[in-house]
């Protein structure tokens, strides 16, 4: 016997009835989203490696541990997308959507890829919705954004979220802080994780995002960013804060926030749930002024976040799943001697009329099957009998009182209508 396939480490599949609630968040997504003017955005899943390499940073571990690159069967260098803001500054810039009107509001939905150790809310193939504003700089932009974001999650229930908010500047406040980070950790180096005493050298900001306890230990009394931003950041920071608070969005600041991908610069965010084990975050975003212009597009400033989909499912209010109910289907029987088909043509007849309906078409006896239709959690069966097939009638049972009532078949579709 052969063995049997299973799925990649680290991937997993979505199935009903769970797909239905990703389709919900989903929904509540598009719906929020719209309400502020932004529409849909589909890039490719396959990109060029570089334009992570130049986007998210050569040394951040997204690019030099994470991504599943490969060269195809011409010698490209290829990837599957990491993230996603690279990709849509690469097709803004590709499409010239800065002549359509600025600022661009775009949104996005779909798998992302990395190569991470699996756990729980961790996958290797994980889904990410992400909104992006592009060509808008000022302060009320961040707070706008924010402001969605906050929105979107209350539309699934969460209730008292804190936003987490920092700035990391910007280039003069960033290389003052660097500087002065790098004299505070070099006499302490010799306590760093060897990946930290790497980064010391290559990129000295990422050591604040790291988890060992070895270099938080390094970092306790470390210089904070806050007091390194130029007059112009902090005057910024100070009006996002200013206007987010207008807008009733509770934010805590948080001075040792600098996220994992080097394009941010003033303002970052992410929201963390204490519902998911590791205290990862279920969102992550910033302000990145520069990218679209190191990617060869336009000098236009922007700002945008991604909620990881799956951690947020994992810790989805249960207010929001009771509130989707579906339609469970009705099931229409066919009682000896009327044959199965019969009860095929009613279903079939009900779906016209807009009503979810099984059949019954195999060879199950009637209490079987309505035990089974019970279990499933369907609301009705629709029994037809003889007599009632010949009088153009049908038993109506209600599964969950178990009242029955027999009913033109012309009445059928408006009541279950009304049960479903
Ligand atoms: P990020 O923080 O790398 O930011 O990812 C955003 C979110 O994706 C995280 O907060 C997390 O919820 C989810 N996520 C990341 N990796 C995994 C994983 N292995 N398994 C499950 N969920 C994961 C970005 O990707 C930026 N592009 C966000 C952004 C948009 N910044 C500006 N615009």
Redesign the pocket.
Known sequence: MSAALRSVKGTRDLLPPETAVWQAVEETARRVFGLYGYGEIRTPILESRDLFARGVGETTD?VAKEMYQFRDRKGRELCLR????AAVARAFAEHGLANQGLPARLFYFGP?F?Y?RPQK????Q?H?I?A?LIGEGGPLGDAELVAMLVRFLEALGFADLEVLVNSVGDGPSREAFREALVAHLEPRSDALSPDSRRRLEENPLRILDSKEPRDRQALADAPSMLDHLSEASARRFAEVRDALERLGVGHAVTPRLV???DY?TDTVF?IVSAGLGAQ???????R?DRLLAELGGPDLPA??????Q???IDVLPESFRRGLGGAPPALVVAIEPVPALAALELAEELRRAGVAALAETGSRSLGKALRWADRRGLRAAVLLGEAELAAGRAALKDLSSGEQAALPRADLAARLGELQ
């Open positions: 997204i990491p993230e996603s803001t992302h990395r991470e809310g961790r996958y290797r994980f990410q992400g992006e996220r994992g991908l941010y992410e990862d975050a279920i969102v992550g975003g910033g990145y700002i945008g976040f991604a909620i990881g799956d951690r947020l």
